[in-house]
């Protein structure tokens, strides 16, 4: 029986000259556990939700830690919690980064390693609606730890990286987290973007907390939702927590309502919309499941919403088509503000499938008006993801694109640019829209002030 002496409070671990056997002995372990037929179908399940279930999580760490009891003899309390936490994040998690995998609140976190002229890597976290900022705790120190953390992400894909054809991945876990890896020979660099659904509960009440709007602005957004018709395009760049924003809105339509999402990478938060008839229908060119037949499933089924977390030109046509006939839709686009975001829908739809080159700009963009009502614009404001503007899209009588009508805006700091304040325009929605949502059972005593 070895001995492990006794360790001060937070040691790490790893140091241990025992670790690597202990890792060693452990793995075996829990992959050949001893006991009846029923214990190990127990051990088999648990093991399976550990990734998914607090409780089987739990069950797999009082596991490891019988055995490293019953093998090895002496441990405080502190270094036994230690020793089993890091094992668990080695064999079977971010390993050194574990913690940050499991923290309430981190919503991305981005790994990038190189291995020449020496082994080097960074890695930048994502939380609470803030912008990327520097992780300077402890990573990982060679290829083989970053290489074990990248296969334990990939495990539950079936996949498996390598450098000759599969040296790009994208993945789901069980959790709903995506899953992006690359290697050098589709990367400059060892990369890894875990962007996170199940520690992360983008509720519109917590992005007021984290600055990214304010209560007069939930309570307007919320007036769109509520209206059940009203058709919204969230914009901004990557990293702007549109598809947040998108699950943030649809945590307050009725529960009984339909949504179906159309996605590629499943970013749905399905811990936020447990309560919610949410379909989710994955995109696989590969097996005949591509957009236009999945968009076509949603029509024929109880589909009250449409929601499309990542709109591609070649089906962008028919996306909007689709909103004239199933109200209540979102979808996100890369834009930078509400009128650039019309003419890139205008070359969108130009460039899609079942349209015509001889159509005319103004045609393609009242096209575009008629189906969708509102732009909500993300941008990244210095530490902070802000909602840069809620703006309406305005017709003429005659149903043409007329504008933009802008109903709240971020007006940044001249001299701190990095900051800023939220503003109420003073514009009011359009009788146009106004009337629609009335007709869509908002009474007017709510639109009175907007």
């Known amino acids: 029986m070895a001995v492990i ?25 829990m992959e050949d556990p001893v006991g009846s037929e029923d214990s190990q179908i127990e051990h088999a399940e648990n093991m399976r939700k550990a990734e998914v279930n607090e409780r089987a999580k739990a069950y797999v760490k009082d596991k490891m830690r019988l055995y490293i009891g019953a093998e090895y003899r002496e441990f405080d309390e502190s270094d036994l919690n230690a020793l089993v936490d890091q094992l668990y994040g080695d064999i079977y998690g971010l390993g050194v980064l574990q913690h940050l995998d499991e923290k309430q609140g981190v ?21 609470n609606g803030k912008a990327l900022y520097r992780y300077d705790g402890p990573v990982y120190k060679n290829l083989d730890d970053l290489r074990s953390a990248f296969d334990n992400m990939l495990r539950f894909s079936g996949q498996q990286i390598n450098a000759y054809d599969n040296a790009s991945i994208e993945a789901t876990r ?19 973007r875990v962007r996170k659904f199940n520690n992360f509960y983008p509720t519109l009440e917590n992005m007021v907390k984290y600055n990214t709007l304010t209560p007069d602005m939930v309570e307007l957004v919320r ?14 760049a990557m990293g702007t927590a549109k598809t947040s924003t998108i699950n943030g809105l649809l945590e307050h339509t009725p529960i009984n309502e339909g949504i179906t999402a159309i996605v590629e990478i499943d970013e749905m938060n399905h811990k936020l919309l447990h309560d919610h008839l949410l379909t989710v229908l994955k995109i696989d060119e590969k097996r005949g499941r591509g957009f ?48 650039g975001g019309m003419y890139v829908m205008t070359d969108m739809f130009r460039g899609g499938e079942g349209t015509s080159a001889a159509e005319t700009e103004e045609s393609i963009q009242t096209k575009v008006a008629q189906a969708v009502d509102i732009a909500i614009v993300m ?47 003073g514009n009011r929605i359009s009788s146009r829209l106004r009337t629609f949502m009335n007709e869509n059972e908002i009474p007017m005593s709510r639109l009175e002030r907007w």
Not at 5 to 29: C, G, W
Not at 174 to 192: F, K, Y
Not at 329 to 338: R, S, V, W
Not at 390 to 419: C, H, M, Q, S, W
Request: aromatic share 8%.
């Open 5 to 29: 002496s006794a360790k001060k409070e937070n040691v790490n671990m790893r140091e241990h000259p025992l670790y690597t056997d202990i890792k060693l002995f452990v793995q075996t372990a």
């Open 107 to 127: 919503a991305e976190i981005f790994i990038d390693a190189e291995e020449t002229p020496e082994f080097r890597c960074l890695v930048h976290v994502k939380e």
């Open 174 to 192: 069980p959790t709903g987290d995506r899953i992006q890896v690359a290697v050098p020979e589709d990367s400059h660099s060892w990369m890894m």
């Open 223 to 236: 007036l769109f939702v509520d209206a059940g018709q009203v058709n919204i395009a969230v914009m901004g």
């Open 292 to 339: 236009e037949e999945h968009l076509a499933t949603a029509l024929r089924s109880s589909a009250e919403r449409i929601i499309v977390p990542e709109s591609r030109g070649k089906g962008f046509p028919t996306l909007i088509r689709t909103l004239k006939q199933i109200r209540g839709g979102m979808f996100t686009i890369h834009a930078h503000d509400a009128l």
């Open 379 to 425: 941008r990244r404001v210095g530490e902070t993801i802000r909602m840069w503007s809620i703006t309406e899209y305005l017709r003429d009588d005659k149903g043409r694109f007329a504008g933009v009508n802008d109903l709240f805006v971020f007006v940044p700091n001249p001299n701190n640019p990095k900051d800023g304040h939220f503003e109420r325009t």
